[in-house]
């Protein structure tokens, strides 16, 4: 097969405001590592992952039709560090810079153009590197976990290893809302180990389903600007070795030769929990602000605009992206928005015990989209989150349900299921 890989910067300069935390409205001071584009092309299909919160599916339709591939073989996926500028229009916080959404954008475009430039003959090797034990499931003491660590290895044909995919389903938020410096969090220091191991590669790392998983905190505990000490650079430089030392002992098998892409759309149902009227709501909540600490009124004010955009609209629906690609045997199954483990795990459950690559935030981040299962237990991520994302309503159960079940049927469709 032929491969190709690129990186593009599009880290900004200081002053941009920074997407992920509610409680953080102060902008970012400078960069602790590069924010970048990576794509990886093979044969006439192409990964892209960029160091950002989320991606606008918007933005990602254009990036594919600015490419000379298909446009089902295409997929753009943000790792979900919450160490970036505001990334999406109405989504995460307040209006972004238009300067940085265009680098986004031409950034992936440039990375897949150089990647494609970049071709060359390779043999790749697929791999099932053991789990780190880094995630934690955040809603549930034992709730699941995709501990698979999936790893390919692209090697030219002197035998040189020049890129490598890796993945692993856990957020990138070590850094808490009081890190004001730019930064990929733990991915980081993923790619670092990766590619001081293989001097001149370049590391892709692509995040799995982990809207209820991260190292060990729940999301409420992100409501604080206060600084806690196991949030730190450090922690997040020892988490990430530890997951990028066990992706390069993963084993390899070879990949046989074979590139295919496959595309759905699903239209998902939006709803709301809200037991009262959104106008109701808001003016309950401005009461409350006028008492509130600075953190809770920054929510407050979050969900106030949300009520006041949308009482006179219907929930509505949202229509997704799910992509398979097939490298030579390897599935590349891409989800769009915040993916539960637990759907990530049915998906697997259908391909069996090969290395595959089941990923989330790709082709759209609309926020957590959790499965029917987690609607009884409520919380953040099921009742709150789509108001300070942006979103008219959460998603109604089913609906990762139905995006798993497009997963499927393309699997089948492709020959890549059990």
Not at 126 to 146: E, I, K, Q, S, T
Not at 326 to 335: K, N, S, T, Y
Not at 376 to 382: A, D, L, N, S
Request: hydrophobic residues 45%.
């Amino acid at each position: 097969m032929k491969a190709g890989v690129a990186v593009v910067d599009i880290t900004p300069p200081p002053g941009l405001l920074m997407s992920g935390f509610a409680a953080r409205t102060e902008p970012s001071v400078g960069a602790h590592d590069p924010l970048t584009v990576r794509a990886l092309v093979v044969g006439d299909t192409a990964l892209v992952t960029v160091d950002v919160v989320g991606l606008h599916e918007e933005m990602v339709a254009r990036i594919r039709a600015r490419t000379e591939l298909p446009d089902a073989n295409v997929v753009v996926a943000a790792i979900h560090t919450h160490g970036a500028p505001i990334s999406q229009v109405g989504r995460l916080g307040d209006a972004p810079d238009p300067a940085f959404l265009r680098a986004i954008e031409d950034g992936c475009v440039a990375a897949i153009a150089e990647a494609r430039a970049n071709v060359r003959a390779a043999t790749i090797s697929a791999g099932m590197g053991a789990d780190p034990d880094v995630a934690r499931n955040r809603r549930h003491a034992d709730g699941p976990l995709d501990r698979a660590l999936p790893v390919l290895r692209f090697r030219d044909a002197a035998g040189q290893v020049f890129a490598v995919l890796v993945s692993y389903a856990c957020h990138p938020v070590v850094l808490a809302a009081d890190n004001r410096l730019l930064t990929a969090d733990y991915v980081h220091y993923v790619r670092e180990a990766v590619e001081a191991a293989h001097p001149g590669a370049v590391a892709v790392f692509a995040t799995g389903c982990c809207g209820d998983v991260n190292t060990g905190h729940s999301a409420h505990a992100s409501w604080t600007l206060a600084a806690n000490a196991t949030r730190s650079f450090d922690t997040a430089e020892r988490l990430g070795r530890r997951i990028g030392v066990a992706a390069l002992a993963a084993g390899e098998a070879p990949v046989a030769p074979g590139v295919a892409a496959l595309a759905a759309d699903v239209v998902l149902r939006l709803t709301r929990l809200e037991q009262e009227p959104l106008p109701v709501l808001a003016g309950r909540w401005r009461a409350e602000r006028d008492d509130a600490d600075p953190v809770r009124r920054t929510v407050l004010d979050a969900w106030i605009g949300w009520a006041d955009r949308y009482s006179n609209a219907p929930a509505g629906s949202w229509t997704g992206r799910v992509s398979v690609f097939d490298w030579g045997g390897v599935p590349i199954v891409a989800l769009p928005g915040e993916i539960f483990a637990e759907t990530g795990l049915l998906i697997r459950e259908a391909i069996g015990d090969r290395p595959a690559f089941i990923i989330s935030y790709a082709n759209g981040t609309p926020g957590y989209i959790p499965p029917a299962s987690e609607f009884r237990h409520g919380g953040y991520e099921v009742d709150e989150a789509h108001r300070f994302i942006g979103m008219p309503g959460t998603f109604a159960p089913g609906s990762a349900e139905s995006l798993a079940g497009a997963a499927q049927a393309l699997l089948g469709i492709a020959g890549l299921n059990r």
